[in-house]
Each structure stands twice: as structure tokens, then as C-alpha cells.
T-cell receptor
Framework: AQTVTQSQPEMSVQEAETVTLSCTYD???????LFWYKQPPSRQMILVIR??????QNATENRFSVNFQKAAKSFSLKISDSQLGDAAMYFC????????????FGKGITLSVRP | GAVVSQHPSRVICKSGTSVKIECRSL??????MFWYRQFPKQSLMLMAT?????????EQGVEKDKFLINHASLTLSTLTVTSAHPEDSSFYIC????????????FGPGTRLTVT
């Protein structure tokens, strides 16, 4: 069975600084996808970034980037130039390849941003 | 991405009654919809996966007779909590997947259910 581990329950970052959120996963599949979702206080789940396992290049979306270490099964999220609006719960998620397969979520991490 | 709505956003019901939550995919044909439950400051727990026109697949430990799921069309899935009890109070979220969304799931805004 696939598992996703987020071992840090909380983190804090100073506004404008950089923070890295950690995630590890376990799978025997070769075809899979990894995601980071953001859940602000409104509780609306927002896709932040995705990574296809077959791609060696790390995904980047504006201030958000990932460090995907396939051999180590590690998938960390780096937030640069942190903003107050980045404060939220962040969930790492795994999905195996194939149409409409389900997501497996980590426990999440609460990120606070200090002004 | 897909736009997903849920109705109602909040509902309060009395113990023993049933409540229906709707999940609509507004601009996308959702061949698959997922229903999650989330307690405060916890992760999303998948309850069931529903494919349009067929019976839902429930996760282990989820009572299918208590949480009835219907996915009658490509744009609508419903979750009915039958004979609700206070312990069913939670935040329920749906998500959609399907043609054109090869990788992602897109989520509805959630429904807060309170059973008194």
C-alpha cells in the first residue's frame, strides 16, 4: 500500500523568507504523480504544484518549487518570498498512474507566516 | 481546472434524520467523483469513489448503508448521511476527476455538517 508521510505538524516562516516543507512517500509503482495541496482557513483545497514521477526536472510554479528525489522517495516543497497569504495547511499527496485513481494524503503541515 | 460546487455549504440537522449533500461539476464531465471526510486540523479521509452510472466503491470501515452515494450523471454526485448522529458531524468534501484532467483532482468548497 502507498503511504505519504509528513512528519512536521507545524512550521513557521518570516514574511519574505524561504521555507521548505518535507514529504516522503512509499510505493512500489513506477508510474505515479505527486502533489502539494494548500488548504487555507476557508478549507477550500487548492492545487499548488504537481510532479510526474517520470520527469526528472523539478516542477516550478512561480514562488513554489519542489525537490523531487525519486530514489529517496522524497518530495519537498519550497516556498520562496513567503507571503501572509501562504499561511495554511499544506498536504502532500500521491496518486498512482491510471485514469481516475485516488489520492493518498499525508497528515498535513500547518504553516504560519510571521509579519 | 474544473469548477466544483457543493450544496449546502453548512447544514445543521437533528439526530436521527437524514441529510443530502450535492456535489456538482460545473464545467467538466466528471467520470469519477470522490468523497472525503475531514476533522479539524486533520487530513482528508477518503470515504468512497463513485463512477458515473455505477455503484460507489467504499473505503474500508465506511458504512455504505449509512453514507449513500449516487453518481447519476457526469455533473452531479450526492452523499446522503442516513440516520445522522452527533459523531457524523464533520466537514465533507468532494472532488472530481475525469476526461481532460489526466492528473489532478479538483475539490469542492466542502460542507460542514453539524448533527445536534
Amino acid at each position: 500500500a502507498q503511504t505519504v508521510t509528513q512528519s512536521q505538524p507545524e512550521m513557521s516562516v518570516q514574511e519574505a523568507e524561504t521555507v521548505t516543507l518535507s514529504c516522503t512517500y512509499d510505493t512500489s509503482e513506477s508510474d505515479y504523480y505527486l502533489f502539494w495541496y494548500k488548504q487555507p482557513p476557508s478549507r477550500q483545497m487548492i492545487l499548488v504544484i504537481r510532479q510526474e514521477a517520470y520527469k526528472q526536472q523539478n516542477a516550478t510554479e512561480n514562488r513554489f518549487s519542489v525537490n523531487f528525489q525519486k530514489a529517496a522517495k522524497s518530495f519537498s516543497l519550497k516556498i520562496s518570498d513567503s507571503q501572509l497569504g501562504d499561511a495554511a495547511m499544506y498536504f502532500c499527496a500521491y496518486r498512482r498512474g491510471g485514469a481516475n485513481s485516488k489520492l493518498t494524503f499525508g497528515k498535513g503541515i500547518t504553516l504560519s507566516v510571521r509579519p | 481546472g474544473a469548477v466544483v460546487s457543493q450544496h449546502p455549504s453548512r447544514v445543521i440537522c437533528k439526530s436521527g434524520t437524514s441529510v443530502k449533500i450535492e456535489c456538482r461539476s460545473l464545467d467538466f464531465q466528471a467520470t469519477t467523483m470522490f468523497w472525503y471526510r475531514q476533522f479539524p486540523k486533520q487530513s482528508l479521509m477518503l470515504m468512497a469513489t463513485s463512477n458515473e452510472g455505477s455503484k460507489a466503491t467504499y473505503e474500508q470501515g465506511v458504512e455504505k448503508d449509512k453514507f449513500l452515494i449516487n453518481h447519476a450523471s457526469l455533473t452531479l454526485s450526492t452523499l446522503t448521511v442516513t440516520s445522522a448522529h452527533p459523531e457524523d458531524s464533520s466537514f465533507y468534501i468532494c472532488s472530481v476527476s475525469g476526461r481532460g484532467l489526466t492528473y489532478e483532482q479538483y475539490f469542492g468548497p466542502g460542507t460542514r455538517l453539524t448533527v445536534t
